[in-house]
């Protein structure tokens, strides 16, 4: 059975860092891409990034680029986002997915989901 499980999340002030992390188990980790999605109140989910299973190629909405860091160690089947000079904008709640393959940025085609972990930024 496969599980993502996201932590990480709080409520922050706008500009201040958060790291999450997903915890992957029951799937040979490193053989997927992983990435992360967010859907805010009222809002569709959307790609926030992703990350090649050797943790070698990233790709970042427009929106959180130069600002989020995806990452991953695959000896701890964890993936990381790290988020910096967080804005209001970026609240919402935030989803890990696993697919086998890498540079996919829609959602219907990922396999596995967490059950996501809230982050909220105020003004």
């Known amino acids: 059975q496969v599980q993502l499980v996201e932590s990480g999340g709080g409520l922050v002030h706008a500009g201040d860092s958060l790291r999450l992390s997903c915890a992957a188990s029951g799937l040979t980790f490193d053989k997927y891409a992983m990435s992360w999605f967010r859907q805010a109140p009222w809002k569709e989910r959307e790609f926030v990034a992703t990350?090649?299973?050797?943790?070698?190629?990233?790709i970042y909405s427009v929106a959180v680029k130069g600002r989020f860091t995806i990452n991953r160690d695959n000896t701890k089947s964890t993936v990381y986002l790290q988020m910096t000079s967080l804005k209001p904008e970026d609240t919402a709640e935030y989803y890990c997915a696993a697919i086998r393959s890498f540079g996919t940025t829609t959602i219907p085609q990922y396999e596995y989901w967490g059950q996501g972990t809230q982050v909220t930024v105020s003004s």
């Open positions: 990350v090649h299973s050797d943790g070698e190629m990233t």
